[in-house]
């Protein structure tokens, strides 16, 4: 199995930047891809930002797109999102996953493949 675990989310004002990380344990070697979602109050999960395992190959949601920056430091088997200029509508509780299922990257943007999940981290961003 493996295991993921978020951290960084925090209060921060509107224009505000964030860092969360995702670290991955366990069987690390059958991950394929790994990607963000959250839940916004009233909303279903959404997808933010995926990225392949090789780091390759990433996709934002329209949302985050140009202000939101996905990587991964092979090192220590972390995935980070850089959020930038957040704004109160991204507030929500983010949600990092792990899939293992060989597919392209644009096929990670459903939460359908994706097989391990954390606990999330609550991100609130005040106007």
């Known amino acids: 199995q493996v295991e993921v675990a978020e951290s960084g989310g925090g209060l921060v004002q509107a224009g505000d930047s964030l860092r969360l990380s995702c670290a991955a344990s366990?069987?690390?070697?059958?991950?394929?891809?790994m990607g963000w979602f959250r839940q916004i109050p009233g909303k279903e999960r959404e997808f933010v930002a995926a990225i392949s395992w090789s780091g390759g190959a990433k996709i934002y949601a329209d949302s985050g797109e140009g202000r939101f920056t996905i990587s991964r430091d092979s090192a220590d088997s972390t995935v980070y999102l850089q959020m930038n200029r957040l704004k109160p509508e991204d507030t929500g509780i983010y949600y990092c996953?792990?899939?293992?299922?060989?597919?392209?990257?644009?096929?990670?943007?459903?939460?359908?493949?994706?097989?391990?999940w954390g606990q999330g981290t609550q991100v609130t961003i005040s106007s």
């Open positions: 366990g069987r690390t070697y059958i991950i394929y891809a």
């Open positions: 996953a792990a899939g293992r299922s060989q597919l392209t990257i644009d096929l990670y943007t459903s939460s359908h493949w994706f097989n391990f």
